[in-house]
Protein backbone atom coordinates (compact mmCIF):
# COMPACT_ATOMS: atom_id res chain seq x y z
CA UNK A 1 0.00 0.00 0.00
CA UNK A 2 1.49 3.63 -0.77
CA UNK A 3 1.23 5.97 0.69
CA UNK A 4 -0.67 9.72 0.21
CA UNK A 5 -0.98 12.93 1.57
CA UNK A 6 -3.35 11.16 3.88
CA UNK A 7 -2.28 8.28 4.51
CA UNK A 8 0.16 8.00 7.99
CA UNK A 9 2.32 6.34 6.31
CA UNK A 10 4.91 6.30 3.21
CA UNK A 11 5.63 2.62 2.94
CA UNK A 12 3.75 -0.94 3.71
CA UNK A 13 4.23 -0.86 7.77
CA UNK A 14 4.57 -4.34 9.21
CA UNK A 15 1.42 -4.89 12.20
CA UNK A 16 3.00 -7.84 13.18
CA UNK A 17 6.88 -6.06 14.27
CA UNK A 18 4.55 -2.82 15.75
CA UNK A 19 2.45 -6.06 18.09
CA UNK A 20 6.22 -7.82 18.69
CA UNK A 21 7.91 -4.49 20.02
CA UNK A 22 4.29 -3.56 21.71
CA UNK A 23 4.86 -6.94 23.72
CA UNK A 24 8.46 -6.46 24.45
CA UNK A 25 8.57 -3.15 25.97
CA UNK A 26 5.65 -3.91 27.68
CA UNK A 27 6.90 -7.07 29.46
CA UNK A 28 10.24 -4.61 30.16
CA UNK A 29 7.96 -1.89 31.21
CA UNK A 30 6.88 -4.45 33.93
CA UNK A 31 9.93 -5.93 34.77
CA UNK A 32 11.46 -2.09 35.31
CA UNK A 33 8.40 -1.71 37.71
CA UNK A 34 9.00 -4.37 39.83
CA UNK A 35 12.62 -4.36 40.23
CA UNK A 36 12.28 -0.59 41.22
CA UNK A 37 9.54 -1.65 43.90
CA UNK A 38 11.63 -4.56 44.82
CA UNK A 39 15.08 -2.31 45.29
CA UNK A 40 12.60 0.80 46.11
CA UNK A 41 14.45 2.87 43.47
CA UNK A 42 12.21 5.93 43.43
CA UNK A 43 14.74 7.98 41.26
CA UNK A 44 14.65 5.10 38.29
CA UNK A 45 11.27 6.68 37.81
CA UNK A 46 12.58 7.95 34.68
CA UNK A 47 12.76 4.48 33.35
CA UNK A 48 9.68 3.74 33.76
CA UNK A 49 8.47 6.84 31.88
CA UNK A 50 10.57 5.71 28.94
CA UNK A 51 9.09 2.66 29.01
CA UNK A 52 5.52 4.12 29.51
CA UNK A 53 6.27 6.02 25.80
CA UNK A 54 7.66 3.44 24.22
CA UNK A 55 4.70 1.16 24.66
CA UNK A 56 2.41 3.81 23.87
CA UNK A 57 3.94 4.59 20.96
CA UNK A 58 4.19 1.18 19.86
CA UNK A 59 0.22 0.44 20.74
CA UNK A 60 -0.80 3.82 18.78
CA UNK A 61 1.37 2.45 15.50
CA UNK A 62 -0.85 -0.21 15.78
CA UNK A 63 -3.92 1.82 15.72
CA UNK A 64 -2.11 4.14 13.16
CA UNK A 65 -1.60 1.05 10.94
CA UNK A 66 -5.33 0.30 11.19
CA UNK A 67 -6.36 3.41 10.62
CA UNK A 68 -4.72 4.75 8.26
CA UNK A 69 -6.29 8.09 7.16
CA UNK A 70 -7.13 9.03 11.10
CA UNK A 71 -4.07 11.42 12.17
CA UNK A 72 -4.26 11.11 16.08
CA UNK A 73 -2.33 7.92 16.42
CA UNK A 74 0.97 8.46 14.54
CA UNK A 75 0.99 12.09 16.10
CA UNK A 76 1.13 10.41 19.62
CA UNK A 77 2.99 7.00 18.00
CA UNK A 78 5.96 9.49 16.37
CA UNK A 79 6.24 11.79 19.67
CA UNK A 80 6.33 8.72 22.27
CA UNK A 81 9.32 6.97 20.10
CA UNK A 82 11.51 9.87 19.64
CA UNK A 83 11.03 11.29 22.79
CA UNK A 84 11.43 8.32 24.75
CA UNK A 85 15.19 7.49 24.22
CA UNK A 86 15.80 10.90 25.98
CA UNK A 87 14.42 10.03 29.00
CA UNK A 88 16.67 7.38 29.24
CA UNK A 89 19.84 9.26 28.88
CA UNK A 90 18.23 11.53 31.58
CA UNK A 91 18.26 8.71 33.89
CA UNK A 92 21.82 7.76 32.89
CA UNK A 93 22.38 11.00 34.20
CA UNK A 94 20.35 10.14 37.24
CA UNK A 95 22.36 7.17 37.64
CA UNK A 96 25.66 8.48 37.47
CA UNK A 97 25.11 11.24 39.59
CA UNK A 98 24.05 8.80 42.50
CA UNK A 99 27.41 6.60 41.92
CA UNK A 100 29.06 9.88 42.44
CA UNK A 101 27.19 10.38 45.63
CA UNK A 102 27.64 6.83 47.16
CA UNK A 103 31.43 6.66 46.08
CA UNK A 104 32.66 10.14 46.95
CA UNK A 105 32.06 13.40 44.69
CA UNK A 106 35.73 14.02 45.86
CA UNK A 107 36.41 11.60 42.36
CA UNK A 108 34.83 14.05 39.81
CA UNK A 109 35.24 16.98 38.08
CA UNK A 110 32.25 17.85 38.43
CA UNK A 111 30.14 18.07 41.57
CA UNK A 112 27.17 14.87 41.32
CA UNK A 113 24.41 17.66 42.31
CA UNK A 114 25.20 19.45 39.40
CA UNK A 115 25.29 17.46 36.90
CA UNK A 116 21.63 16.63 37.79
CA UNK A 117 21.35 20.70 37.07
CA UNK A 118 23.19 20.95 34.08
CA UNK A 119 22.58 18.22 32.06
CA UNK A 120 19.29 16.52 33.06
CA UNK A 121 18.14 20.08 32.64
CA UNK A 122 19.62 20.03 28.89
CA UNK A 123 18.14 16.60 28.60
CA UNK A 124 14.71 18.47 29.66
CA UNK A 125 14.92 21.13 27.04
CA UNK A 126 16.14 18.71 24.19
CA UNK A 127 12.80 16.35 24.98
CA UNK A 128 10.68 19.51 24.42
CA UNK A 129 12.23 20.28 21.54
CA UNK A 130 12.12 16.77 20.06
CA UNK A 131 8.63 16.02 21.15
CA UNK A 132 7.52 19.58 19.20
CA UNK A 133 9.18 18.71 16.38
CA UNK A 134 8.19 14.77 16.42
CA UNK A 135 4.62 16.33 16.45
CA UNK A 136 4.61 19.03 13.90
CA UNK A 137 6.27 16.21 11.96
CA UNK A 138 3.48 13.60 12.09
CA UNK A 139 0.70 16.28 12.19
CA UNK A 140 2.01 18.00 8.76
CA UNK A 141 -0.31 16.18 6.34
CA UNK A 142 1.53 17.62 3.34
CA UNK A 143 2.09 21.03 4.96
CA UNK A 144 5.62 21.08 3.30
CA UNK A 145 6.49 24.48 5.35
CA UNK A 146 5.04 22.62 8.67
CA UNK A 147 7.50 20.02 7.71
CA UNK A 148 10.77 22.16 7.03
CA UNK A 149 10.09 23.88 10.35
CA UNK A 150 9.33 20.46 12.02
CA UNK A 151 12.70 19.14 10.69
CA UNK A 152 15.23 22.36 11.86
CA UNK A 153 12.97 21.79 15.39
CA UNK A 154 14.07 18.15 15.35
CA UNK A 155 17.56 18.53 14.14
CA UNK A 156 17.79 21.04 17.32
CA UNK A 157 17.06 18.44 19.83
CA UNK A 158 19.37 15.93 18.78
CA UNK A 159 21.94 18.02 18.05
CA UNK A 160 21.51 19.35 21.65
CA UNK A 161 21.17 15.64 22.94
CA UNK A 162 24.15 14.08 21.17
CA UNK A 163 26.38 17.09 22.43
CA UNK A 164 25.01 17.24 25.88
CA UNK A 165 25.67 13.69 26.07
CA UNK A 166 29.22 13.39 24.73
CA UNK A 167 30.14 15.85 27.43
CA UNK A 168 28.37 13.64 30.32
CA UNK A 169 30.35 10.78 28.81
CA UNK A 170 33.63 11.98 29.13
CA UNK A 171 32.90 13.01 32.73
CA UNK A 172 31.37 9.35 33.77
CA UNK A 173 34.65 8.05 32.13
CA UNK A 174 36.75 10.52 34.38
CA UNK A 175 34.86 10.10 37.54
CA UNK A 176 35.01 5.99 36.71
CA UNK A 177 39.28 5.96 36.47
CA UNK A 178 40.06 8.13 39.15
CA UNK A 179 37.47 6.15 41.82
CA UNK A 180 38.70 3.01 40.32
CA UNK A 181 42.10 3.84 41.06
CA UNK A 182 41.60 5.35 44.17
CA UNK A 183 43.66 4.19 47.34
CA UNK A 184 41.11 5.16 49.96
CA UNK A 185 38.61 2.81 48.00
CA UNK A 186 40.90 0.02 48.49
CA UNK A 187 38.96 -1.16 51.71
CA UNK A 188 35.90 -1.89 49.62
CA UNK A 189 37.36 -3.10 46.53
CA UNK A 190 35.06 -6.40 46.82
CA UNK A 191 31.83 -3.34 46.12
CA UNK A 192 33.69 -1.28 43.21
CA UNK A 193 34.39 -4.99 41.59
CA UNK A 194 30.65 -5.23 41.95
CA UNK A 195 29.66 -1.62 40.59
CA UNK A 196 31.64 -2.74 37.54
CA UNK A 197 28.52 -4.26 35.95
CA UNK A 198 26.34 -1.23 36.91
CA UNK A 199 28.91 0.55 34.89
CA UNK A 200 29.04 -2.00 31.95
CA UNK A 201 25.17 -1.18 31.48
CA UNK A 202 25.80 2.16 31.29
CA UNK A 203 28.57 2.39 28.79
CA UNK A 204 26.36 -0.06 26.52
CA UNK A 205 23.23 2.71 27.21
CA UNK A 206 25.75 5.56 26.40
CA UNK A 207 26.79 3.73 23.33
CA UNK A 208 23.41 2.53 21.74
CA UNK A 209 21.54 5.98 22.40
CA UNK A 210 24.30 8.01 21.15
CA UNK A 211 24.52 5.55 17.88
CA UNK A 212 20.66 6.09 17.93
CA UNK A 213 20.77 9.70 17.71
CA UNK A 214 22.99 9.79 15.12
CA UNK A 215 20.76 7.70 13.39
CA UNK A 216 17.91 10.13 13.91
CA UNK A 217 19.77 13.01 13.15
CA UNK A 218 21.10 11.71 9.67
CA UNK A 219 17.37 10.74 8.95
CA UNK A 220 15.92 14.27 9.53
CA UNK A 221 18.89 15.71 7.70
CA UNK A 222 18.40 13.95 5.12
CA UNK A 223 15.14 14.67 4.60
CA UNK A 224 14.24 16.65 0.70
CA UNK A 225 11.30 18.89 0.29
CA UNK A 226 10.52 18.54 -3.27
CA UNK A 227 7.56 21.29 -4.37
CA UNK A 228 4.83 19.71 -6.08
CA UNK A 229 5.14 16.82 -3.45
CA UNK A 230 3.28 17.00 -0.50
CA UNK A 231 5.38 13.89 1.02
CA UNK A 232 8.56 14.66 2.11
CA UNK A 233 11.42 12.31 0.71
CA UNK A 234 14.53 10.76 2.30
CA UNK A 235 15.28 6.92 2.64
CA UNK A 236 15.08 6.44 6.17
CA UNK A 237 12.15 8.50 6.74
CA UNK A 238 10.94 6.36 3.66
CA UNK A 239 12.01 2.70 5.20
CA UNK A 240 10.16 1.25 8.26
CA UNK A 241 13.40 -1.32 8.93
CA UNK A 242 15.75 1.19 9.92
CA UNK A 243 13.42 2.49 12.52
CA UNK A 244 14.21 -1.13 14.11
CA UNK A 245 17.39 -1.62 13.58
CA UNK A 246 18.15 1.96 14.43
CA UNK A 247 16.20 2.96 17.24
CA UNK A 248 14.07 0.22 18.43
CA UNK A 249 16.04 -2.60 19.37
CA UNK A 250 19.23 -0.93 20.60
CA UNK A 251 17.16 1.24 23.11
CA UNK A 252 15.12 -1.96 24.26
CA UNK A 253 18.74 -3.82 24.52
CA UNK A 254 19.94 -0.54 26.64
CA UNK A 255 16.59 -0.73 29.00
CA UNK A 256 17.66 -4.77 29.03
CA UNK A 257 21.20 -4.49 30.44
CA UNK A 258 19.85 -1.77 33.22
CA UNK A 259 17.12 -4.89 34.46
CA UNK A 260 20.01 -7.58 34.17
CA UNK A 261 21.94 -5.06 36.47
CA UNK A 262 19.64 -3.16 37.88
CA UNK A 263 20.99 0.24 40.11
CA UNK A 264 18.81 -0.76 43.08
CA UNK A 265 20.84 -3.80 43.48
CA UNK A 266 24.20 -1.79 43.87
CA UNK A 267 23.26 2.06 44.86
CA UNK A 268 21.08 2.61 48.26
CA UNK A 269 17.74 3.68 47.74
CA UNK A 270 18.48 7.16 49.58
CA UNK A 271 20.78 9.88 48.35
CA UNK A 272 23.65 10.69 50.44
CA UNK A 273 24.22 7.52 51.98
CA UNK A 274 28.10 6.69 51.18
CA UNK A 275 29.55 3.60 50.31
CA UNK A 276 31.84 3.85 53.90
CA UNK A 277 28.50 3.78 56.15
CA UNK A 278 29.06 7.55 56.05
CA UNK A 279 26.11 10.30 55.48
CA UNK A 280 26.85 13.29 52.89
CA UNK A 281 25.11 16.19 53.97
CA UNK A 282 21.73 17.47 52.20
CA UNK A 283 20.93 20.73 51.63
CA UNK A 284 17.79 22.08 51.63
CA UNK A 285 14.75 19.80 51.04
CA UNK A 286 16.78 17.68 50.12
CA UNK A 287 17.86 16.28 53.80
CA UNK A 288 14.27 15.90 54.49
CA UNK A 289 13.44 14.16 51.54
CA UNK A 290 16.16 12.16 50.84
CA UNK A 291 17.61 11.34 53.94
CA UNK A 292 16.02 13.09 56.74
CA UNK A 293 17.46 15.89 58.93
CA UNK A 294 20.62 13.69 59.16
CA UNK A 295 24.43 15.10 59.71
CA UNK A 296 27.28 13.08 58.23
CA UNK A 297 28.98 10.88 60.13
CA UNK A 298 32.87 10.93 60.59
CA UNK A 299 34.83 7.43 61.13
CA UNK A 300 38.63 7.52 61.57
CA UNK A 301 39.91 5.73 58.64
CA UNK A 302 40.42 2.65 60.15
CA UNK A 303 36.80 2.46 61.18
CA UNK A 304 35.66 2.40 57.17
CA UNK A 305 34.95 -1.62 56.28
CA UNK A 306 33.46 -3.49 53.59
CA UNK A 307 30.99 -4.40 56.27
CA UNK A 308 30.03 -0.56 56.23
CA UNK A 309 29.23 -0.33 53.07
CA UNK A 310 26.50 -3.47 53.47
CA UNK A 311 24.53 -0.97 56.15
CA UNK A 312 24.80 1.99 53.61
CA UNK A 313 22.86 -0.34 51.35
CA UNK A 314 20.32 -1.17 53.80
CA UNK A 315 21.02 -4.69 53.33
CA UNK A 316 22.07 -5.26 57.57
Not at 163 to 188: E, K, N, W
Not at 194 to 202: P, Q, S
Not at 277 to 294: D, I, S
Amino acid sequence: MAGGPNDNFVYNPTTWAAILFTVLYGLIWVVQTGQAVHYRTLFMWVMFVACALEFIGFVTRIIAIKEMTTLWPIVVSQTGLIVAPAFIAAQDYMIIGRVMSFVGKEYGYINHTKITKIFVGADIFAILTQAGGGSMLAGANGDLNQMKVAQKVLLTGLALQVITFGIFFFVAVAFDIRSYRAPALQPFREQMKGMRKLWVAFYVSCALITARSIYRTVEFAEIKFTPGNDNADGYLLNHEWPMFVFDSIPILISIIFFSIWHPGAYLPSKKGLRIDGTYEEQFGMRRFLCCGPRKPLKRAPEMRTAESSAIALGRV
